[in-house]
């Protein structure tokens, strides 16, 4: 490759465990090294309990790895507080969840510009005009001002995923975006996805039980006891 | 702060049942406090009026004077020596530098009327029969500051009171069949014996005072008492009758006088008034714990079942002290609606206590119940309704900063 795209996240040697203040500690993570790139789509595959969701919050800064480092967007984790971490989060990171966890009280649009209420207190006129264009590209245009209750799944998810995109963030993490569609609605929300991230240039890391979605990805990763490994064409 | 104030406000008016019932909860606690303390309050300023109300608060009187030792007398002869220790006893103590007194008691902070006075015994003649009175000596126009007699005349007058001219309650007059304008005869206790005019008649309402008291001028007094330009004793009244204590004791403290304050002449009806006072607080403080718990376990609950939502906020960054804002504002909210809810109703039940009224004296109406509307005591139950809230808000609210959002999102 002649250029390459700056690096988004990376871990060094993640280990992660559970419990260690109980007499059954489960290391879930026993040393991983991942290395996502800005601009890439890349999907995180594994049995049900292999860690997916612990890697990705650790890629997300949501949760500190036992042992090893994580590098998000330039900074290393181990040397920031929560606090720290959370400002980190609110700037560079976008999540979306199975469940897509909007806030039932709040409109569509109003859930749309949360990141941005956070660290602003309130969205300002650009933010939300771009927002808004966003919502309009995910086909959200006549949903702006309806509650989450009264929005169907896959319009939630994409809302959602318009949230994670708000704070223009260089990395969204999505675990098992979805798993709680049906099949079309999974493929059309997969689909913006994709699309999104050309566009944006974020580095989009998915977790995702379906091998079809996973094939079009342009990098899959293994979770496998405890350890990732790229999942290249061959092994199939 | 507009994005928790946003927050917490949306979760409120999104949480209707909930944020009826903690408002409720807070309004109750301030109904129930401002309206057992306006009532206890009124209550006992009444009872206070009506039981001290023509008593002075403190009464001022010489410093006794010693019965001098007999040896001290020069009297040796065995058969003198009772007459001269009883003529040293009997001799009456008064205060000569009127003037002088009463400016210096003025001086005293929350003294509000400074009445020199003489109080003595007498025998009130009428034909054959004698009546033992206690007459009591005052410029009407002051002795009006120390009780209101002006009010319970049913006859005659008494403001207006000339010299050789007294008033007598009615069950005294109706005793000795005395009709306004009777001339009467007085012989005091110092021997001096005079006529006088019955000018007007009252009905205090308390049968000693309407029995055995004669109310006539100090210029009068004084010479039935032989205390010329003289006062055996100075009133006071207070602005607050409850510091009668205080003013008692820096009187005599600074003064040198002897000192009588009727909280502790009447110690036993003051006993009444605190314990009065102390369960009302008791009620307060109750009401306080009850509406607290109930907010506390309805935010509690309200913090569980928004547990996803918190996750959610936390992982798109947001900061532990924004989720306790957040929580900590939904409180505040509830406490401020609910205290203003609280003194609203409590006005409302106070004013409708006050139609209450029964029959008095004379055939006019009163109120039952006295209410007093005191802006402290709406001030004081909102406020301590607010504080009692705001710590209940304190637990739920840290119990949602501190939620792990891994936890959360695990748990999917
Ligand atoms: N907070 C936790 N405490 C203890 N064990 C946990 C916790 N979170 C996850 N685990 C365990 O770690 C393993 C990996 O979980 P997870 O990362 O959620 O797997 P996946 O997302 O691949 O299904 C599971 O066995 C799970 O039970
Ligand atoms: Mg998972």
């Known amino acids: 490759m002649a250029t390459e795209a700056a690096v988004a996240v990376e871990g060094f040697g993640l280990r992660k465990v559970y419990g260690l203040d109980t007499s059954y500690p489960v290391e879930v993570l026993q040393g991983v090294d991942v290395r996502i790139r800005q601009g ?71 859930n749309a510009l949360m990141p941005l209420a956070i660290r602003h207190g309130s969205a300002g006129r650009a933010d939300t005009e771009r927002v808004r264009g966003l919502l309009d590209r995910v086909g959200l245009a006549d949903q702006m001002h309806k509650r989450p209750g009264q929005m169907s799944g896959g319009q939630q998810q994409r809302a959602a995923l318009i949230r994670a995109l708000a704070n223009s963030p260089r990395l969204v993490l999505a675990d098992e975006p979805t798993g709680n569609l049906d099949a079309r609605s999974g493929q059309e929300v997969f689909d913006l996805m994709r699309e999104m991230t050309r566009e944006t240039g974020v580095a989009f890391v998915m977790v995702t039980h379906d091998d079809r979605l996973a094939q079009a990805a342009d990098r899959v990763i293994h979770v496998e006891l405890g350890r990732a490994h790229e999942h290249t064409r061959a092994e199939e | 702060m507009r994005f928790e104030v946003a927050v917490a406000t949306r979760h409120l008016v999104a949480g209707k049942g909930q944020t009826v019932l903690t408002v409720a909860a807070v309004a109750v606690a301030v109904t129930v406090i401002i309206f057992i303390t306006s009532l206890i309050q009124g209550l006992q300023t009444r009872l206070v009026n009506d039981f001290i109300g023509s008593l002075p608060h403190v009464t001022v009187k010489p410093a006794e004077r010693r019965p001098r030792p007999l040896a001290a007398t020069g009297a040796r002869v065995e058969g003198m020596a009772g007459t001269a220790v009883q003529e040293t006893v009997q001799r009456r103590d008064s205060f000569d530098d009127v003037e002088k007194l009463t400016q210096q008691l003025a001086q005293f902070s929350g003294v509000t009327a400074v009445v020199p006075a003489i109080r003595g015994q007498a025998f009130l003649v009428h034909g054959a029969r004698r009546f033992g009175v206690s007459v009591s000596g005052a410029d009407p126009a002051k002795q009006e500051r120390i009780n209101a007699l002006q009010d319970d005349m049913i006859s005659g007058r008494w403001l207006s009171l000339g010299s050789d001219e007294i008033v007598i309650g009615f069950r005294l007059a109706d005793e000795a069949g005395v009709r306004l304008g009777d001339r009467v005869r007085l012989l005091s206790s110092e021997g001096v014996d005079g006529v006088f005019t019955v000018a007007g008649i009252f009905d205090t309402g308390q049968n000693a005072a309407d029995l055995g008291s004669v109310f006539t001028t100090l210029r009068t007094a004084q010479r039935l008492f032989r205390l010329q330009g003289a006062v055996s004793s100075v009133l006071l009244k207070l602005d607050d009758p409850f510091t009668a204590n205080q003013v008692a004791d820096a009187v005599s403290g600074s003064l040198r006088h002897k000192t009588e304050s009727w909280m502790r002449e009447q110690a036993s009806f003051v ?60 409180g505040l909210g509830i406490a401020l609606v609910g205290a203003l809810a609280g003194c609203g109703a ?9 139609g209450v009224r029964q029959v008095a004296r004379f055939g006019r109406t009163d109120q039952l119940f006295p209410v007093s509307f005191d802006p402290a005591i709406f001030l004081g139950a909102a406020a301590a309704a607010v504080a009692a809230t705001m710590v209940a808000a304190v637990l739920p609210a840290r119990r949602a900063a501190r939620m792990d959002p891994v936890e959360i999102i695990h748990g999917n």
């Open chain 1, 40 to 110: 890439e789509f890349v999907a995180i595959i594994g049995q049900s309990g292999s860690g997916k969701t612990t890697l990705l919050n650790l890629l997300g800064a949501l949760d500190r790895p036992t042992e090893g480092r994580i590098v998000l967007s330039g900074a290393d984790t181990a040397d920031l507080d929560d606090n720290g971490l959370a400002d980190l989060r609110n700037r560079v990171v976008g999540f979306v969840f199975q469940f897509h966890y909007l806030l039932p009280e709040f409109t569509c649009l109003e």
């Open chain 2, 271 to 330: 006993n009444g008034l605190r314990a009065q006072s102390s369960s009302s607080a008791m009620i307060s403080v109750f009401a306080l714990l009850a509406s607290a718990f109930s907010i506390a376990a309805v935010l509690i609950v309200s913090v569980i079942q928004k547990s996803k939502e918190i996750g959610i906020l936390k992982s798109m960054g947001a900061r532990d002290r924004q989720i306790l804002l957040i929580f900590g504002m939904e």
């Open chain 2, 346 to 354: 409590g006005y409302l039940f106070l004013r409708m206590l006050q």
